[in-house]
């Protein structure tokens, strides 16, 4: 994967894909397990329910569909992707650093003083992160630029952004939609990680958004939905979005916040905390069981 710089930009078939499907699976549980592993070294708390809610959607724009060159994270013809729940920051560091962007071993120096992964994304510091992100409501807007900077230019690139339901809490969110709708910003699809959790529990009867596909579509967006675990839904909804004219698609995904770590997926917990030895090993065990039984299905 590392130096490709045309990815398919195709969904992917059940059938034909079936090995393209399992790799990008194990890249998933890849991800988790390195974020489990890596809270468990630090001991630093971590924004576990953002960061794997939103796993298959980073995986699968970096490892199948955007045109990006880890060799050349700056090169001017790439995509853009903007993270702007950008508090998941390290699921994406993860992600950039197995596509060959960066090596491991920055992770050493992890949200340490002059290391160049920081609790959020920082573009000035970190190869492959294009917008620095981190209150919500900031990166989406920046998106909205570049797709405007796309269609002035007549440029091929486009832009994918990802934002939190909770983040459709923000004012800016709504004004940028509108923006990007009013001026046919159609180089720009937006996911929007929709597990019905914001900072301290259920959005549901506090600050819930709903119905937020029809939110969307009176602003003028096209809305697609998704399961946000699946590859091939996800990959189904994009190819639909790749084909939109005149005005920008958003992705509605459904996930469960903190998925792969059991003990969270059913819990309302913080926004960011230490995980538990004891549940730390129960989530590495369940990918262990996951791991294995997608190899088992490969060989048949």
Known sequence: MQGQLHHKKTALDPRSDARAIAALELKAIAVRRFMLELGAKTGIRLHYGAIF?????????????????PKDPGMETRDRFIL?????????????????FFPLSEFDCFRKIGSSLQGHPDRNKTPGVDCCTGSLGQGFPVGCGMALAAKADGA?????SCVSDGECNEGSTWESAMIAANLGLDRQIVFV???GKSSY????????V?????????????????DGHDFVGLSGALAEAEKV?????????????????PWAETRNTKSN?????????????SLDAREKEVRRACEK
Do not use: Q
């Not at 702007?84 to 060959?100: D, F, N, T």
């Not at 529990?201 to 819930?208: D, F, I, V």
């Not at 709903?210 to 998704?226: G, I, M, Q, T």
């Open 201 to 208: 529990g259920p959005m549901k009867g506090r600050n819930s």
């Open 193 to 195: 990680d929709v597990n």
């Open 273 to 285: 905390f230490s995980l538990e030895s004891r549940y730390c090993a129960e989530a590495l065990a």
């Open 53 to 69: 809610s939103s796993v298959e959607i980073l995986t699968l724009l970096y490892d199948r569909w955007m045109n990006v060159d």
């Open 210 to 226: 709903e119905p937020l596909a029809d939110k969307w579509r009176s602003f003028n967006w096209e809305v697609f939905s998704c």
């Open 156 to 160: 091929s690139w486009r832009v994918y």
């Open 245 to 261: 004219e005149d005005r920008p698609s958003v992705i509605l995904c459904s996930t469960i916040k903190g998925r792969g770590i």
């Open 84 to 100: 702007s729940k950008g508090h998941a920051a390290p699921g994406l560091y993860a992600v950039l650093a197995m596509a060959g």
